[in-house]
Nanobody, 127 residues
Framework: QVQLVESGGGLVQAGGSLRLSCAASGRTFSTYVMGWFRQAPGKEREFVAAIKRIGSNTYYADYADSVKGRFTISRDNAKNTLYLQMNALKPEDAAVYYC?????????????????WGQGTQVTVSS
């Protein structure tokens, strides 16, 4: 069992930055594929970014087109923590952001493939 706890959300002006964190506990963090999703009011939960291990100390990341070049996903395995650095935020980025994990070996961009979810952290972007 893996427990995920997000933090770092808040209110920011358009053009600003936030860094979200996801603290993981339980099984071996470094082997999990980790992802970030978001859900705005009245909308479905959507993929933001994900990261998987491809070597002993090498990781591959994938991003939704809407955040490419602005968001960066990273992980610190020593701290069992996943991050999402969000720059140049736009009002349309406002949502509840969720951290997710699965035990497979491929990056999945749908919610169905993830085994574990955090409770979410709210990001609000003012225009």
């Amino acid at each position: 069992q893996v427990q995920l706890v997000e933090s770092g959300g808040g209110l920011v002006q358009a053009g600003g930055s936030l860094r979200l964190s996801c603290a993981a506990s339980g099984r071996t963090f470094s082997t999990y594929v980790m992802g970030w999703f978001r859900q705005a009011p009245g909308k479905e939960r959507e993929f933001v970014a994900a990261i998987k291990r491809i070597g002993s100390n090498t990781y591959y990341a994938d991003y939704a087109d809407s955040v490419k070049g602005r968001f960066t996903i990273s992980r610190d395995n020593a701290k069992n923590t996943l991050y999402l650095q969000m720059n140049a935020l736009k009002p349309e980025d406002a949502a509840v952001y969720y951290c997710a994990a699965h035990e497979g070996h491929v990056i999945i961009t749908t919610t169905y493939g993830y085994d574990y979810w955090g409770q979410g952290t709210q990001v609000t972007v003012s225009s």
